[in-house]
């Protein structure tokens, strides 16, 4: 490659635009990365990020404007397409054989002849040793960790011939540890010249590896800035458009009685893999217990073993010190133990997302009252209260819940919970994918509940929101119980360590 | 990097589909009304190539549906099945259980239900019809629980099941017909006995009381969709079988009672052609309105009010055709030709209203 004659920028985007109907996805978009750079882009949900990246990595068209591959104009129509400017996507749902060894993922798809798995690990450690990865290219996926399938997907795009990534949250699945290895690497990419575009929602995150960051906003690219100039506060006023307090707060509460104890709990989980193996904690009234662990570790069983929905195999659920194993999942709900569960989808398994909020607020109501028919006024009422005192936007009552944004769905699914007022809440990731003010309103609203002496389990993924909003945390990992620690009191670092305790054997046991 | 692909290289496609936000009431008339327009220009082309005159048939089509009160009642005796097949229909798809078995589930419940005519046919009128029309939702009914069982049992695949559940029924009546019910009396070819009077549903206003049946009906599904605690699970468990557990709902009972549902009005069906139309039991006794009823249901969006108003059409579009097969001398194909180009726009409009084209802008740029 002629040096010097290169024009500036690996890729740069004029005035892109998408719309989806009437929504305004990307609004006159303007971004630029150089060579041997990072850029973050930055934005609250729906500003339009993963829309734009999209579009670079030829799954979307832009409806105007233009993409520059070093200062050629681009017209990418396809994944493929893409792939030929050496740009490469690193998705946040990996995209992966799981029967298949890590070297048949990697070489899948591409148009030269197959090599002989020899070659192939030549070529294949070759690119590891430029840019520092490790990975065992015989085994198979499914025997992978998280941060070992990520290593795949980053292998797969360089084995093509990358040299412009997109990384769409690739933190969000990995421990603090596994983060650190995955920035070396990335500015190991940086120092031979690539171009990385990283999207995340983590601000410090960002400060740590970006050289540049562009924040967008409703779909504008509202600015780009200098990382080195800027720190937490401007860049949540840029993307929220104004200063916003990044304060948590713990209220204390003075009445604790045990009101859910699990004993020795272990659960499969619906594929009949082990789910959760002998956990026992307790929680208590006025508290909110948080649950940490990398994606997969159990998180998902324990909650639907205690709302019922998931057979328990051994050990026993005391509630007021009554065993509710066996019970259905009716009879959970009519002693007061509500689930607020957020699964992989936003809409997941808590609404209905062709239904509108009327409907929605029935789920678990909708037997109330004698005789066959239902009663939707209560209902009808109660949407519109929640609208006034959540300020959820939506253009109607009887609007399908898949048609709002992710914040308003996931106020929705926790207004509804709340509104039953019950003795023990448990939620699942409800700030995931949301925005900083939505994720606010949240904390607040689970906090109101803490001091209404209501038990909140609050399953997490943000280490530094579970370490000031909750009393204790439990950390799970491979769905057993590595530690119960004291959050005003423990460190990110512990609990890093906690998350892999599984993996690396005889770790230390914090009780 | 030697194959970039810049503007020599490949285009963008030049006509590609983006989904429409939804659109108005008003448009959505619109261009349901333009599809109209446009299969009748497309069925008068037709019509004009096989040498007729286009404004003279469709003027016969639809007079030939209302001419007179017999080709009146012609057409209600048309429609009467095909309402409340796909009201029976309409159930199981809000569920999105694939019941297209409606064929085998409307024969099986004729089956039950001439049962008692043939051999109970001395009881007094009104108990035998009421032990008929019971007979006869009940016959359907099994027919639908029984896939229903094995798809919330062992999530086998509904769509096979009732798909295949269709011919057993058809070749369970010719076993009937060649042995154990063939009537004694008909001499040469084996055939079911002819009713008895006391079996017959009674006419009113000159039509047999199905299209009173076919009202109440409409009424109660119409309520039942609309109001009831029921049709909430239903909608419910079809959006996601997860969401169903999570809200306390016990899946596997609604689907159950669901498809028992849906067979029994079907079932239902069965007794009214056997008992009001045919007054026997024959092979061909649902003339395909299983199937038929499939379309009507979809089209109407599920909803039993457009139900009503779409099966209405396509009864007088049923009936039309067949007198203009009679006057034109056309054949009962070229009928069937336009019928096939009249669907074919109104379904193909439904694509318009959920998605529009967006052509390539010139080189790219806006």
Redesign the interface.
Known sequence: MEKGKEPVYAIECK?I?KT????VANDHIDLNVKQGEILALLGENGSGKTTLMNMLSGIY?P????IF?KG????I?SPT?AT???IGMIHQHFKLVEVFTAAQNIVLGTKEKLESPKVMKEKIDAICNKFGLEVDSDKKVYDMSVSEKQTVEILKVLYR?A?ILILDEPTAVLTPQETEKLFAILRKMKEQGNAVIIITHKLNEVLEISDRVTILRKGQSIETVVTAECDVNSLTELMVGRAVSLEIDRPEVEKKEAILKCVDLTIDSSDGTRGIEDVSFEIRTGEILGIAGVAGSGQKELCEGI?G?LKVKQGAILYNKENIVGK???E??SLGIS?S?VPEDRL????????GMT?NM???S??KGKG???RRKPAKKLASELIKKLSIVTPGIETPVR?MSGGNVQKVLLGREIESSPNVLITAYPVRGLDINSSYMIYNLLNEQKKKNVAVIYVGEDLDVLLELCDNIMVLCHGKITGIVNAKKATKEELGILMTGGSTKGVTKVE | MSNIATKTGKNEPLIRTIKRAELPKNRVIMLRLAALLLALIAGAIFILCIGNNPFAVYTTMVKGAFRSKLAFQGTVKLMIPLLITSLGLTLAFRMKFWNIGAEGQIIMGAVFASYFAIFHGDMPHWLLITVMMIAGMIGGGLTGLLPAYFKAKYNTNETLFTLMLNYIALNFVVFLREGPWADPTSPGYKKFALFPAEARLDKVFGIHAGWIIAIIVLIVVFIYTKFTKQCYEIDVVGESKATASYAGMNVKRIILRTMFLSGAICGLVGMIEVSGNAGTMTEGITRGVGFTAIIVAWLANLKPMSIFVIAALFSIMEKGSSVVESTFGVSEACADVLQGIILFFVIGCEFFIRYKFAVRKKGGKA
């Open positions: 005035g635009t989806f109907g009437s929504v068209h409806d105007e404007g233009s591959v050629e104009e681009a017209l129509n397409d030929s400017f050496g011939g040299r709302a929905l259905t999942p009716l959970i709900i689930m569960f997941g398994m808590g609404l209905v997302a062709s239904m409907d029935l789920l678990k909708y037997k066959p028919f239902i048609l």
